[in-house]
Nanobody
């Protein structure tokens, strides 16, 4: 397990923006696939977006065009820029770090979007 620390969650009005950050400890961050997942009460955890070591990105249909995932390997950090937020984006957002059999999760950061 690689320690991951998320930040940036907050209460925001619909239409607003937030940027989530996730900082990873340890070495070889650049080799890992990094992802953001979210889980709302009563729902399963779902993939929001991920980014490969080469920088290829993938998004859930529900966030395409509104969210952008990026990484800064020099800072061991992955970001999730969230624009045009909707009430249905309300959830706890988790950072994930994956390489082969290694799979680490952060503790999560709460995003609440009011209508």
């Amino acid at each position: 397990q690689v320690p991951l620390v998320e930040s940036g969650g907050d209460l925001v009005q619909a239409g607003g923006s937030l940027r989530l950050s996730c900082v990873a400890s340890g070495r070889f961050f650049n080799l890992y696939r990094m992802g953001w997942y979210r889980q709302a009460p009563g729902n399963e955890r779902e993939l929001v977006a991920d980014i490969t070591s080469g920088g290829s990105t993938n998004y859930a249909d529900s966030v395409k065009g509104r969210f952008t995932i990026s990484r800064d390997n020099a800072k061991n950090t992955v970001y999730l820029q969230m624009n045009s937020l909707k009430p249905e984006d309300t959830a706890k957002y988790y950072c994930n770090m994956r390489l082969a059999s290694q799979n680490s999760w952060g503790q999560g950061t709460q995003v609440t979007v009011s209508s």
